[in-house]
């Protein structure tokens, strides 16, 4: 079992920064792809970022793509989402996610799920 804790959301003004962080406990991560997910009030859970076990193969959204970057420090069994340049649209319970080796797009591909932390971007 991995366990995975999100930390880091809040409220930023639109053009702020954030910085989102998944420890994972029970496992370590080295042998699982890392995603990044959101999902705001009344919609789908969205993809965002994600990185395959080794990290060096990364994948984001468009919509996000120059703004977010997703790291993985294997130290500290954490991955990161940096976030900068935040829009209102980026607003939504952000969760991080693991499944084995490589990353998939689609939520359902994965087997372990953070409880998500919030990020609000104002106006």
């Known amino acids: 079992q991995v366990q995975l804790v999100e930390s880091g959301g809040g409220l930023v003004q639109a053009g702020g920064s954030l910085r989102l962080s998944c420890a994972a406990s029970?496992?370590?991560?080295?042998?699982?792809?890392l995603g990044w997910f959101r999902q705001a009030p009344g919609k789908e859970r969205e993809f965002v970022a994600a990185t395959n076990w080794s990290g060096h193969s990364t994948d984001y959204t468009d919509s996000v793509k120059g703004r977010f970057t997703i790291s993985r420090d294997k130290t500290k069994n954490t991955v990161y989402l940096q976030m900068i340049s935040l829009k209102p649209e980026d607003t939504a319970v952000y969760y991080c996610?693991?499944?084995?080796?490589?990353?998939?797009?689609?939520?359902?591909?994965?087997?372990?799920w953070g409880q998500g932390t919030q990020v609000t971007v104002s106006s």
């Open positions: 996610a693991a499944r084995l080796w490589e990353y998939r797009s689609s939520w359902y591909s994965y087997d372990y």
């Open positions: 029970g496992r370590t991560l080295s042998r699982y792809a």
